[in-house]
Nanobody, 118 residues
Framework: QVQLVESGGGLVEAGGSLRLSCAASGSSSSIIAMGWYRRAPGKERELVAQITIGLSPAYADSVKGRFTISRDNAKSTVYLQMNSLKPEDTAVYYC????????????WGQGTQVTVSS
């Protein structure tokens, strides 16, 4: 089992920045992927960014060049640095973890609201 605690959402003006954090506990040493998804009002949930063991970070086209995902293995924490925020980035952001390698299970955080005003 993996437990996730997110922080860092909030209200920001367009062009501003926010940093999301997600700390994993429990069986965090067996995590194979950590990332962020988001769901905007009236839209499907979409992948924002993800770090998978052995692979380069992956980003949605809409956030490339503006968002950066990073992971602190010692703290079992994943971060999402969001710069040059746009109103269309407004959504609930969910931390996602996949663990373990054999018979993986998807774990989700509680979600944190990001609102970008124009």
């Amino acid at each position: 089992q993996v437990q996730l605690v997110e922080s860092g959402g909030g209200l920001v003006e367009a062009g501003g920045s926010l940093r999301l954090s997600c700390a994993a506990s429990g069986s965090s040493s067996s995590i194979i992927a950590m990332g962020w998804y988001r769901r905007a009002p009236g839209k499907e949930r979409e992948l924002v960014a993800q770090i998978t063991i052995g692979l380069s970070p992956a980003y949605a086209d809409s956030v490339k060049g503006r968002f950066t995902i990073s992971r602190d293995n010692a703290k079992s924490t994943v971060y999402l640095q969001m710069n040059s925020l746009k109103p269309e980035d407004t959504a609930v952001y969910y931390c996602h973890v996949r663990s373990p390698l054999i018979a993986p299970v998807d774990y989700w955080g509680q979600g944190t609201q990001v609102t970008v005003s124009s």
